[in-house]
């Protein structure tokens, strides 16, 4: 009988020591997911646990495939006009590291800050943290296509769709990310197109200093073409780029959409207005313009399609 029982528990204990395995922990039929991003490979083992934000732009797609909870720390700025309630009560959950940006409006964050939440994935890339100083510690980072360093491929609302099922891919929800892309392209075919008017959109430096127009390799592009506007700035493949108000004056478009990271729409609004000579503008004149936050516009994301809607109910015919 003893002996019996010796052999029960020896067995009872090889079974227990089977279930202890290091591949205990990963669910059965997981495959290694490989995302082509800025033309780098970065491959994950497994859908990603902790994730870190530097940067707003995936929040919309994060929320529609329901892994907000994912995300264990962000930095940056959140401003509260993007978001529904159920979005902002996710991101009041999430510690914010720092929202301190350089005079340019870039994060200031440092290497051993986000090191320290031992992340399987940042999301956002900024200045003086780079892909390859976090790689270096074997922690990866995914960047939007549009803002990858030296992209000439123009984005358009397709671009939107593709990153959501990339997004889908990574987290494991496809069928999330299916529901998601319908329910945007019902949205797209929804809008109406204002009459053909000439615009341009433009980032002004608040105080005086530089004003940056967008080219056909930015979002503004396919935006301002779904709006049904001509692009004035449409013959640069430059993504973004330095304009004088000489150039502006002799492109004279009839409306004009001022983009902004964060601070007084009004006083971004007069970075352009009271520049000399800008009274002979067509859209001042008119009172043709329209401030918006950042990512109504860049980069591609379901917010691009949040501006176009606003840009639409601005300068429809009465509006």
Known sequence: MKARLATILAA??????????????????TEKITINNC???????????????????????LHSLGVMDRVTARA?????????????AELDR??????????????????????AQQPDLVLGEVDNLSRDALSAVDIPLLEEPVLCPGNTTAPTFDSIYAQMETYGRLFDREEEAETAIAALKDRMSKIEK???????????????????????????H???????????????????????LEELLGRNPDVII??????????????????????????VQNGDLLVQLFNY??????????????IVERFKAGA
């Open 12 to 29: 009872t204990l090889l079974i227990s020591a089977c279930g202890e395995g290091p591949d205990d922990t990963t669910p059965a039929g």
């Open 39 to 61: 033309g780098v490979d970065v491959t994950f083992d497994r859908a990603p646990e902790r994730v870190v934000l530097l940067k707003s732009a995936a929040v919309p797609y």
């Open 76 to 88: 940056g700025r959140y401003p509260k006009e993007y978001y529904d309630a159920a979005t902002l």
């Open 94 to 115: 999430i510690p914010l590291l720092t929202d301190r940006t350089d005079t340019s409006g870039h994060l200031q964050i440092s290497k051993e800050v986000v090191i």
């Open 194 to 220: 204002v009459e053909n008017r000439t615009a341009a959109v433009l980032y002004p430096t608040v105080g005086g200093g530089v004003t940056y127009a967008y080219g056909n390799t930015s979002m503004a």
């Open 222 to 244: 396919p935006q301002l073409e779904a709006a049904g506007f001509t692009n004035v700035f449409g013959d640069s493949s430059e993504r973004v780029f330095e304009v004088t």
């Open 258 to 283: 001022m983009i902004y990271g964060d601070g007084d729409p009004k006083a971004v609004e007069a970075a352009i207005t009271t520049l000399p000579g800008a009274d002979k503008l067509k859209a």
């Open 297 to 310: 516009t860049e980069p591609a994301s379901p917010l691009s399609i949040d501006g176009l809607e606003k």
